[in-house]
Nanobody, 124 residues
Framework: QVQLVESGGGLVQAGGSLRLSCAASGRTLSSYAMGWFRQAPGKEREFVAAISWSGGTTYYADSMKGRFTIFRDNAKGTVYLQMNSLKPEDTAVYYC?????????????????WGQGTQVTVSS
């Protein structure tokens, strides 16, 4: 069993930055590929980024490339999402996800564990 807890969300102006964190407890985080999804009001949950168990491979949704960076620290049991050049359309609840296998993109059907989500609001 893995418990995922996100933090770092908040309100930021357009063009600003936020760093989200996802802390894992329970089974070792290094056993899982990790990813981030987001869901805006009235929209389906969408893939943001994924990282392999070692951190050596990453994959991003096209709209996040060059602005978002996913990285992990297995010793700390934490995955991060650095978000730069934020836009109002990035406003959503961001969820951390764990999948035993790295997939590009991460498929929510195969996610074994989800975090509770953290709200990101970008004002114009």
């Amino acid at each position: 069993q893995v418990q995922l807890v996100e933090s770092g969300g908040g309100l930021v102006q357009a063009g600003g930055s936020l760093r989200l964190s996802c802390a894992a407890s329970g089974r070792t985080l290094s056993s899982y590929a990790m990813g981030w999804f987001r869901q805006a009001p009235g929209k389906e949950r969408e893939f943001v980024a994924a990282i392999s168990w070692s951190g050596g491979t990453t994959y991003y949704a096209d709209s996040m490339k060059g602005r978002f960076t996913i990285f992990r620290d297995n010793a700390k049991g934490t995955v991060y999402l650095q978000m730069n050049s934020l836009k109002p359309e990035d406003t959503a609840v961001y969820y951390c996800a764990a999948d035993p296998r790295f997939r590009a993109p991460m498929n929510p059907r195969f996610v074994e564990y989800w975090g509770q989500g953290t709200q990101v609001t970008v004002s114009s």
